[in-house]
């Protein structure tokens, strides 16, 4: 009888009771995993190359803005691009600009130094007979600038401008009626600038009157200005809180 086969003489049992066949579902999930590592590595290296083309991209035109010393023709109005590259008319309009404030501040500072004023108090009068007018000589108490010159009953005009011009006398007369009058004499003519009449109390003790005036007035280089009272031997305050003159360049 021939011999048998252990294989063939081996019992015939279920699946479950061999190892053989257990084993094949686990090898089939790492199987699995294996294949998903994988197709993980090769995303995460194209990623990563597609991140270093783009980084050298940006490195090339970084380099290149800097050579050029700014952004192509194609990106116009970009910060950093110069104001003549932008619009020329802009440039234009922008050192106009400058040049104006400059040119304003220079002449603002002129002009502060250019400002002429002038105040005056009386020290004396002089009265004329034939002409039947009061005089009155000045001495300047506040002075600024270099415009404005005072010569005893005259003040002359050595810078043409604007002027505030002030005036008053104090009285302290009996006659019934007593003034100033602002005159001024140039350019072959003479004006009077204004005028100021005041009545007076008859009683000696009362008499007293003061009469104000001031305007704005174009004055020009070589203009002489005077106060007269129209009336000979008036009797008025010297207090330089009384009686003032004054002139002020706008």
């Known amino acids: 009888m021939p011999a048998s086969s252990p294989f063939l003489l081996a019992p015939k049992g279920s699946p479950g009771d061999m190892g053989g066949p257990v084993r094949e579902p686990a090898l089939s999930v790492a199987l699995w995993l ?3 590592a994988a197709l993980g590595a090769v995303a995460c290296a194209i990623a990563l190359l597609t991140q270093q083309t783009e980084l050298q991209s940006l490195r090339r035109e970084v380099s290149r803005l800097q050579r050029s010393g700014g952004p192509s023709q194609k990106g116009e109005g ?3 691009q110069s104001l003549r590259e932008q619009s020329p008319d802009a440039l234009e309009a922008w050192e106009n600009g400058e040049r104006s404030r400059r040119r304003r501040a220079v002449l603002t500072q002129k002009q502060k130094k250019k400002r002429s004023v002038l105040h005056l108090v009386p020290i004396n009068i002089t009265s004329k007979e034939e002409s039947d007018v009061t005089e009155v ?3 300047p108490a506040l ?3 270099r415009g404005l010159e005072t010569q005893g009953y005259v003040v002359r005009v050595w810078d043409t401008g604007v002027y505030l011009l002030y005036s008053q006398v104090l009285f302290h007369d ?3 009626t007593m003034g100033q009058v602002v005159s001024r004499e ?3 003519q003479q004006e009077t600038l204004f005028r100021c009449i005041r009545s007076m109390p008859s009683n000696p003790d009362r008499a007293y009157n ?12 070589g203009d002489i200005l005077s106060v007269t ?5 008036a009797k008025l305050s010297l207090s330089p809180h009384g009686t003032f003159l004054g002139f002020v360049k706008l």
């Open 34 to 36: 294996s294949w998903g």
């Open 78 to 80: 970009y910060p950093w």
């Open 137 to 139: 000589m000045w001495q």
């Open 143 to 145: 002075k600024r600038g």
């Open 174 to 176: 009996v006659t019934f």
């Open 186 to 188: 140039g350019q072959g």
């Open 210 to 221: 003061s009469c104000y005036s001031a305007g704005v007035f174009h004055l020009h280089q």
């Open 229 to 233: 009272i129209p009336r000979a031997r």
